[in-house]
């Protein structure tokens, strides 16, 4: 969960991709601030920690939070439904589903579990079959690292339970001319490879910030994942913990003392 926060949290000076990362600035560095991604994330923690995890808490959390905090960068379709107030479904296959799907996957005692419930999350705002692959992809993932899977068993189960394609290397990937794409199926994998590929926290995030995509939110998910794996170095998780509010605080302190044991 805070992984993917501090990668949201890093990566949002690129949001708006007018500025590109130039392959010197430190991870922090700058305006950064929470996007939709983190605010998200928490609404996510919070449904599980309220114990109801229903698709209409999951969508209610998601409306509460957006209106609670506007102006984080959601997206067009999210916001008309957020603005509209009412819990209707959209079948979109943004990949708004997994960038607030982490905290699920440390929730989860089982995979089952946690499939379940990415499913349930994405629901009522994305509930086309990409858009809920995504959100079980990232929680899959986060649950499955958890377990001590390795990247080789990730990517084989990634690639057979959701097509996925992992072959690529981020360095392929940009080379191909990649360009930002916010849907799940053109952003995941490619997220995720960018984990994969690290030795380090902030080598996942440096690499989804090098392929110059959907920069935050890339991170965000190459965080969640690069979290379990690696854990988050102290300093970024205090830059990040700056941004927050009393109430984000007490979310992810309250969601870490229950599923994230150190
Ligand atoms: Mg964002």
Not at 126 to 140: R, T
Request: aromatic share 10%.
């Amino acid at each position: 969960m805070i992984g993917a926060i501090i990668g949201d949290f890093c990566g949002s000076i690129y949001e708006r991709r007018s500025v590109r990362w130039d392959r010197k600035t430190p991870l922090g560095a700058g305006p950064c601030r929470l996007t939709d991604d983190s605010i998200l994330t928490f609404a996510t923690a919070e449904a599980i920690l309220n114990g109801d995890v229903q698709p209409e808490a999951f969508a209610r959390a998601y409306m509460r939070w957006a209106r609670d905090y506007p102006g984080r960068g959601y997206g067009h379709g999210f916001s008309t439904w957020v603005e509209a107030g009412q819990l209707t479904k959209n079948g979109s296959f943004g990949n708004g589903s997994a960038m607030r799907a982490s905290p699920i996957g440390w929730a989860a005692g089982q995979l089952d579990q946690a499939l379940d419930l990415a499913r349930a999350s994405a629901d009522y705002t994305h509930g086309h079959p990409e858009g809920v692959k995504g959100a079980q992809a990232i929680a899959g993932s986060v649950f499955l690292l958890r377990s001590g899977m390795t990247n080789d068993e990730l990517k084989s189960w990634l690639h057979s339970s959701f097509g996925y394609d992992l072959s690529r290397s981020v360095r392929q990937i940009a080379a191909s001319g990649y360009r930002f794409d916010s849907t799940c199926q053109g952003s995941v994998p490619e997220a995720i490879t960018c984990f994969l590929e690290a030795g380090s926290f902030e080598d996942a995030i440096k690499k989804a910030f090098l392929l110059n995509g959907d920069v935050d939110t890339q991170a965000d998910m190459a965080g969640a994942l690069a979290q379990v794996r690696f854990g988050v170095p102290f300093g970024l998780r205090t830059m990040a913990e700056r941004a927050m509010d009393a109430r984000m605080r007490s979310i992810l302190s309250a969601f870490e003392s229950r599923f994230v044991k150190a």
